[in-house]
């Protein structure tokens, strides 16, 4: 079955410093994988998406992430956290039976300290 | 504008009561989804619909219904079944292996 594990349920950085979210994932064929980021008492926004063209995906408010078939990572990065990063983001795969399911990882929060 | 909209933005239930949470969209999206969020525990799948007039149980179906009488309306029925509805609900449409759209949420409180 597919699995989308976040290592770290809570990542706290400063703000300037890197930002590093990790997401493995598992799946049998070539997955769809998505970030999508949550602030506090709202629905989820996308934040990129990566669908087999370059590893490399570039998204909103300066994230990217980068597809690595051999780790079975998409692992999202910043350079530089803002306050306004301080959000919940979440990995997601597209369900490798085809169709329309998404599988979601826990979620890992991230603080910004001043 | 585009988008999914969620109502009411907070619901209070009183024990024994169904409640009816709405989804509508205009997205022209085939599948539409519920999720219950609980601190700490992420997304859980309560029910999707891929085509009008069709839907199946996701990962925590029981106490909950739903219908999908039209493609722009899928809504959920928390009924008195479910022990413990007390959550953030959030309804989401896509395509086929599409990324998710989401609906601003709707917070559920027993009283």
């Known amino acids: 079955a597919q699995s989308v594990t976040q290592l770290g349920s809570h990542v706290s950085v400063s703000e300037g410093a890197l930002v590093l979210l990790r997401c493995n994932y598992s799946s049998s064929v070539p997955p769809y994988l998505f970030w999508y980021v949550q602030y506090p008492n709202q629905g989820l926004q996308l934040l990129l998406k990566?669908?087999?063209?370059?590893?490399l995906v570039k998204g909103i408010n300066g994230f990217e992430a980068e597809f690595k078939k051999s780790e079975t990572s998409f692992h999202l990065t910043k350079p530089s956290a803002h306050m306004s990063d301080a959000a919940e983001y979440f990995c997601a795969v597209t369900d490798d039976t085809g169709g329309f399911k998404t599988i979601f990882g826990a979620g890992t929060r991230l603080f910004v300290k001043a | 504008d585009g988008g999914i909209t969620q109502s009411p933005k907070y619901l209070f239930r009183k024990e024994g009561q169904n409640v009816t949470l709405s989804c509508e969209q205009n997205l022209n999206h085939d599948a539409m989804y519920w999720y219950r969020q609980d601190p700490g525990q992420g997304l859980r799948l309560i029910y999707y619909?891929?085509?009008?007039?069709?839907?199946q149980k996701g990962d925590i179906a029981e106490g909950y219904s739903v219908s999908r009488e039209k493609k722009e309306s899928f809504p959920l029925t928390v009924t008195s079944a479910q022990k413990n509805p007390t959550a953030f609900y959030l309804c989401a449409s896509s395509i086929e292996q599409g990324e998710a759209f989401f609906g601003q949420g709707t917070r559920l409180t027993v009283v």
């Open positions: 990566y669908t087999s063209a370059a590893t």
């Open positions: 619909s891929q085509i009008v007039n069709d839907f």
